[in-house]
């Protein structure tokens, strides 16, 4: 089965009947998930993570190959979407997952499940007191964050829980000029991602250390929990860089606000 890219997300749970077209469930291996879909409009699954493999029957991401469901998904990423092609299709998927396997029937029939998300209860009941995100979770978060035009105008179900907002503000941090463009505020991992404008105006390269980079929030600084940084500022030139922070320092839930003013501390290389 070809699979290619598509960018949504949906929440989806074992067993569970709602009214809402967001559907939000806990991961149940040894539950099927029914979903149902529809010709007007994509449904998207989103998984806590990287999903390893898909395997279906009556899906297919060609629709000339005539198949009840078309799916798309992007290798490697947390998500999949699917859309009925006719009016009764009934398709299933094998999602693996974390060396699990998760069953999915789709039906064209019923309201639309516009978005379906998994998240893992274990990890839930952590995350209320002490976040802890894995390194592949933390760079799906600066992921989304970049591409978060695209997602809101293309496929909106993605980014309807992200926060966003534009502070624009500038300040310095020794010689580099630091500007806090943009700040996206995701709640589930209780995260702080943020596309920053580093700027040198010396005539000489300034090197940084990237994993020392700090957003302080009045008195209290957050380290950072990843950065794509390269640790160099090119003589006159300035560089974009995404950062996240998650949770307090000693590891609570901080449920930061987006109206909070950030700063953010960058160390330099003598």
Request: glycine share 8%; net charge neutral; hydrophobic share 45%.
């Amino acid at each position: 089965m070809e699979l290619r890219s598509l960018i949504l997300m949906l929440g989806f749970g074992a067993g569970l009947v709602q009214a809402s077209p967001i559907k939000r469930y806990p991961l149940d291996d040894r539950a099927v998930y029914t979903v149902s879909v529809g010709t007007d409009a994509p449904t998207t699954i989103l998984f806590p993570g990287a999903l390893t493999a898909l395997d279906g029957a009556g899906v297919s991401g060609q629709p000339e190959d005539a198949p009840s469901v078309l799916i798309s998904h992007q290798p490697g990423a947390p998500f999949f979407s699917v859309r009925a092609l006719k009016l009764g299709a009934t398709a299933a998927v094998n999602v693996v997952y974390q060396d699990r396997v998760y069953a999915l029937a789709f039906t064209a029939a019923g309201e639309v499940d516009r978005t379906v998300t998994f998240h893992d209860p274990a990890n839930t009941l952590v995350a209320e007191t002490k976040p802890r995100l894995s390194t592949e979770r933390l760079i799906s978060l600066l992921d989304r964050a970049r591409h978060f035009a695209l997602l809101a105008e293309q496929y909106p179900g993605v980014v309807q829980q992200v926060e966003r907002s534009a502070p624009k503000s500038t300040h310095r941090s020794g010689v580099i000029e630091v500007t806090v463009d943009e700040v996206w505020r995701f709640g589930d991992e209780d995260a702080l991602v943020f596309r920053l404008k580093l700027g040198n105006r010396t005539p000489l390269a300034v090197r940084y250390t990237p994993a020392r980079l700090v957003v302080q929030v009045g008195e209290t600084r957050f380290p950072a929990a990843i950065t794509d940084g390269t640790g160099l500022l090119p003589a006159g030139r300035a560089a974009i860089v995404y950062l996240a922070i998650v949770g307090h320092p000693d590891g609570s839930v901080a449920a930061l606000s987006l109206k909070n003013t950030f700063t953010v501390n960058v160390p330099v290389l003598e």
